[in-house]
C-alpha cells in the first residue's frame, strides 16, 4: 500500500501501488479532496505523477499542504523540480527527504 495522504483530520488514505502506477492522478484528487497537510511517497511516485499531470494539463493546487515527504529510494534533483513546476505548485520549504533504515542497513 502507498500512504497516499494525512489531513487535518488524522485520517490516513491509502492506495494500491498497482491502482497508483495504474493511474497516479487518484492521489492528486485525494490530495485536494481531503485538504491533505502532508504527503509522502517514494521518488518515483512523485516523478509519475508530475509526469502525467503535465501530460493532462492539471494544476494541483492544495494551499494546506505543509510536508511533501520523500523516502525509500534515490531522490533525484529532476523530480524536486518538476514538484515545484506549474503543474504541482508545491512549496519547496515542504519537501522533507528521508532515508530508509532498510537502506541503511543494506549500506547504500
Known sequence: MIGACYSDKDLCVLCSPVDF????LPWAD?????????IAGPNFAYA????RMEATGRV???PALLCTSIAAEPIAPQTLAK???SYCRF???SAVT????VT???GR
Open 48 to 51: 509519475l505523477l508530475a509526469k
Open 60 to 62: 494541483l493546487t492544495n
Open 21 to 24: 502506477i495504474q493511474n497516479p
Open 30 to 38: 485525494m490530495i485536494e479532496k481531503f485538504e491533505s497537510m502532508r
Open 83 to 85: 514538484m515545484d513546476s
Open 98 to 101: 528521508f532515508v530508509s533504515l
Open 91 to 93: 512549496k519547496k520549504a
Open 104 to 106: 541503511d542497513s543494506l
